[in-house]
């Protein structure tokens, strides 16, 4: 079994940049893909990234493409989510999770971290 946690969140201003970890521990990551999702309070969760566990693909939502990067270092068995020009958003918690072939949908992947909150201000 993969234990995975979730860092980088805070508050930042809208048009400003964070970096979101995901660390592994237990399995390698390059066993799985490996997908960012986010959540608002009273809201589904949805897909914002994926990275397939090779590294050679990755995935965004509309939402996001062309201004959040997924990232890994295998090395550090960690994965990472660049969000450069974020916009002003309700708070979000961001999780990572992994699926054993890339899947958009929260139901098909698994081993959630606890999540990391993200607030941008306008």
């Known amino acids: 079994q993969v234990q995975l946690v979730e860092s980088g969140g805070g508050l930042v201003q809208a048009g400003g940049s964070l970096r979101l970890s995901c660390s592994a521990s237990g399995r390698t990551f390059s066993d799985y893909a490996m997908g960012w999702f986010r959540q608002a309070p009273g809201k589904e969760r949805e897909f914002v990234a994926a990275i397939s566990g090779n590294g050679a693909s990755t995935y965004y939502a509309g939402s996001v493409k062309g201004r959040f990067t997924i990232s890994r270092d295998d090395a550090k068995n960690a994965r990472y989510l660049q969000m450069d020009t974020l916009k002003p958003e309700k708070t979000n918690v961001y999780y990572c999770?992994?699926?054993?072939?890339?899947?958009?949908?929260?139901?098909?992947?698994?081993?959630w971290g606890q999540g990391t909150q993200v607030t941008v201000s306008s």
């Open positions: 999770a992994v699926s054993y072939t890339y899947s958009s949908s929260p139901n098909t992947n698994h081993n």
